[in-house]
């Protein structure tokens, strides 16, 4: 397999590989540019983030400054709003569905180590390895259709967020949540289900 080959498969790999050294300096060059652009230039911003990620639907803005890591690996759908100071760091896939709110400075994150040190250090390193000297994998993230992800949210790796689930401001997302859900906390829990026939009553 090769490097990126096992990283998007969520096994160990070397995030020092020629490969993504390249992806990390297209994204920075293309976000140098992005971030210093005006409000109102949005055919420019626009054409830069069809040249960012991986996918992207129509009606989509994302508030500067944003950073990612490689970019390729960001997938959105439709009517998704992005707000200022968001992070994600996408070494493995990031999924957003349609009609997704996404507040400002929510993290995101696909990449991990191992927690025990002997299995986190790179055995063989050496300044000269080209390799880090810590062990890393990624594990995508995905967030579904219709989901409204509050102010300063960290999504951890492999997370999944159903359809329609509200993400309360501040919350730590450690496990999957369900669809049509209300989910908040450190580590984030589920507080309710969301009656959308109430909600309109």
């Known amino acids: 397999m090769t490097e990126l080959e096992k990283c998007m498969s969520g096994e160990v790999y070397n995030c020092h590989d020629e490969v993504f050294l390249q992806y990390k300096k297209q994204a920075k060059e293309m976000l140098d540019i992005y971030n210093r652009l005006t409000y109102d230039q949005k ?91 810590c062990q890393v994998y990624a594990l995508p993230v995905e967030i579904g259709d219709g989901c409204w992800i509050g102010g300063g949210v960290i999504i951890l790796p492999g997370i999944k967020i159903g359809a329609g689930s509200v993400i309360g401001a501040g919350s730590v997302v450690t496990h999957d949540v369900p669809p049509n859900y209300v989910a908040a906390g450190n580590p984030c829990r589920v507080i309710r289900r969301i009656n959308e026939e109430s909600e309109h009553d």
């Open 43 to 133: 055919e420019e911003k626009k054409e830069i983030l069809h040249k960012l990620f991986g996918r992207i639907g129509t009606n989509v803005s994302v508030g500067a400054p944003f950073l990612c890591d490689y970019g390729c690996n960001i997938f959105t759908g439709s009517n998704v709003s992005i707000n200022m100071n968001c992070s994600f760091i996408d070494c493995n896939q990031i999924k957003i569905g349609n009609n997704v709110m996404i507040a400002s400075n929510v993290q995101i994150y696909t990449a991990t180590h191992p927690v025990e040190l002997v299995e986190r250090l790179t055995s063989d390193w050496t300044p000269e390895s080209g390799k880090h000297f």
